[in-house]
T-cell receptor
C-alpha cells in the first residue's frame, strides 16, 4: 500500500464547519495528490504537491486548501464544508517520481458526509 | 466536458471467458494511459499502463490496447476470474510533469460469475 495512511476513515460534519483530512506517508515520497470520487465522475484531482511548501491546484480546487509543511504529511482542508463536498477523498503518491514507470498509489480513502 | 469516458457502466461475464472494458478520450495531449481496479472501501489499485508510443501492453492475464487514431483504449482480461469483480477505471495524463495529474473515466463495474 506504499505506506499511505488517511485519517479519519469516516467523518460526518455539518454545513459551514471546517474539516481537515490528513494523508500520511512513511517513505519520504516527494509527489502527493488529493482526489475526490463521486458517482458519474470517477476520480477528480483537487490539489497536488511536488514537495514541502510546493502545492498547486487541480481540476476541482474551489472550496479546498492544502498544506504540506513536512514531506510525510499532506493536509486537505475544507474551510467551510458544503453538502456538495460530500464525497470519498483519496490521497495518492507517486512512488518513483514523475515518469511512466511510476503510477500513482492510492490510500484507502476518507468518506466525508456533510449534513 | 468529460475528457475520458467509459460508456459502459457495467459488464457481466462468465468465469473463464474474456472481459473487455472500453475507454474513449478526447484530449490529444494525453500520452500515458492507465487502468486501475477498485474494490469497495479500498483505494484504486494500479493494474497496467501504456504510453502513446505503443499500441499494446501485456501483463499476465491483462492486456491493454491503444488505438490513437480512434482515441480509444481497451482492457482485456483473459481468463476472467470471480476475484476480478470490481470497478475498473481508465485514466490518462499528458506526461512530463503531469504524470500524476490523472483524468479518470467514470468507471465500469465488472461482475464475473462462477
Amino acid at each position: 500500500d506504499a505506506g499511505i495512511t488517511q485519517s479519519p476513515r469516516h467523518k460526518v460534519t455539518e454545513t459551514g464547519t471546517p474539516v481537515t483530512l490528513r494523508c500520511h506517508q512513511t517513505e519520504n515520497h516527494r509527489y502527493m495528490y488529493w482526489y475526490r470520487q463521486d458517482p458519474g465522475h470517477g476520480l477528480r484531482l483537487i490539489h497536488y504537491s511536488y514537495g514541502v511548501k510546493d502545492t498547486d491546484k487541480g481540476e476541482v480546487s474551489d472550496g479546498y486548501s492544502v498544506s504540506r509543511s513536512k514531506t510525510e504529511d499532506f493536509l486537505l482542508t475544507l474551510e467551510s464544508a458544503t453538502s456538495s463536498q460530500t464525497s470519498v477523498y483519496f490521497c495518492a503518491i507517486s512512488v518513483g517520481g514523475l515518469s511512466s514507470n511510476s503510477p500513482l498509489h492510492f490510500g484507502n480513502g476518507t468518506r466525508l458526509t456533510v449534513t | 466536458d468529460q475528457q475520458v469516458k467509459q460508456n459502459s457502466p457495467s459488464l457481466s461475464v462468465q468465469e473463464g471467458r474474456i472481459s473487455i472494458l472500453n475507454c474513449d478520450y478526447t484530449n490529444s495531449m494525453f500520452d500515458y494511459f492507465l487502468w486501475y481496479k477498485k474494490y469497495p472501501a479500498e483505494g484504486p489499485t494500479f493494474l497496467i499502463s501504456i504510453s502513446s508510443i505503443k499500441d499494446k501492453n501485456e501483463d499476465g492475464r491483462f492486456t491493454v490496447f491503444l488505438n490513437k487514431s480512434a482515441k480509444h483504449l481497451s482492457l482485456h482480461i483473459v481468463p476472467s476470474q470471480p476475484g476480478d469483480s470490481a470497478v475498473y477505471f481508465c485514466a490518462a495524463s499528458a506526461g512530463g510533469t503531469s504524470y500524476g495529474k490523472l483524468t479518470f473515466g467514470q468507471g465500469t463495474i465488472l461482475t464475473v460469475h462462477p
